[in-house]
Nanobody
Framework: VQLQASGGGLVQAGGSLRLSCVAS????????MGWFRQAPGKEREFVAG????????VYADSVKGRFTISKVNAKNTVYLQMNGLKPEDAAVYLC??????????????????WGQGTQVTVSS
């Protein structure tokens, strides 16, 4: 499967952005989709994940209550709605996918497919 992320940009602290990730070349409902982010000099970290088949979601503690992950199966698309953005949310955001069963979906190493990333910049 190929993943194409978009929607990043520059936003003031407290503002909102919606990221999109379109999947192609695979059966969308087979996958578990995740959003990760990586800031300069930092490790890649999990942000949110969603089961395309079941719709169950999981979030990093740092974004709970501010970010929402969702999907539209008919569009093979996963979204990340980001509200209340903070300067520390600034990073390259990447979407990722795997098609295995894991009880823990926060690990970078669990994901086999990665998109190219989209830059999110938050000004204070």
């Amino acid at each position: 499967v190929q993943l194409q992320a978009s929607g990043g940009g520059l936003v003031q602290a407290g503002g909102s952005l919606r990221l999109s990730c379109v999947a192609s070349g695979g059966t969308f409902t087979r996958y578990y989709m995740g959003w990760f982010r990586q800031a300069p000099g930092k490790e890649r970290e999990f942000v949110a994940g969603i089961s395309v088949s079941y719709g169950s979601t999981v979030y990093a503690d740092s974004v709970k209550g501010r970010f929402t992950i969702s999907k539209v199966n008919a569009k093979n698309t996963v979204y990340l709605q980001m509200n209340g953005l903070k300067p520390e949310d600034a990073a390259v955001y990447l979407c990722a996918a795997h098609d295995r069963y894991y009880t823990e979906n926060r690990r970078v190493g669990n994901y086999d497919y990665w998109g190219q990333g989209t830059q999110v910049t938050v000004s204070s």
